[in-house]
Nanobody
Framework: QVQLAESAGGLVQAGDSLRLSCAAS????????MGWFRQAPGKEREFVAS????????YYADSVKGRFIIFRANAKNTVHLQMNSLKPEDTATYYC???????????WGQGTQVTVSS
């Protein structure tokens, strides 16, 4: 089973930037895509962004479009989430996930906390 390891999140102020990374134990040739989700206290997990490995096609939630960028590093089986202009409402535990088909996910990381203070 694939292992997904997320980098540490952090505590930042509104307007700051933060980058999350997630490394997969799977070979690059086996990866269809990867994505990021988040879950705030008392709320359901929600989709944030995804990227398809073959052509780099990306997809974003409306709430982060224009602020967050998802990109990959093929050689390292790694996906990054660059988060800019952070808002307090971005505070959540962020999870990376393996995409097995377009917007279908089957494996999840353990999550990393991102806290944005106002």
């Amino acid at each position: 089973q694939v292992q997904l390891a997320e980098s540490a999140g952090g505590l930042v102020q509104a307007g700051d930037s933060l980058r999350l990374s997630c490394a997969a134990s799977e070979r690059t040739s086996s990866i269809y895509g990867m994505g990021w989700f988040r879950q705030a206290p008392g709320k359901e997990r929600e989709f944030v962004a995804s990227i398809r490995w073959s052509d780099g096609m990306t997809y974003y939630a409306d709430s982060v479009k224009g602020r967050f960028i998802i990109f990959r590093a093929n050689a390292k089986n790694t996906v990054h989430l660059q988060m800019n202009s952070l808002k307090p409402e971005d505070t959540a535990t962020y999870y990376c996930a393996r995409m097995t088909n377009w917007q279908k996910y089957d494996s999840w990381g353990q999550g990393t906390q991102v806290t944005v203070s106002s």
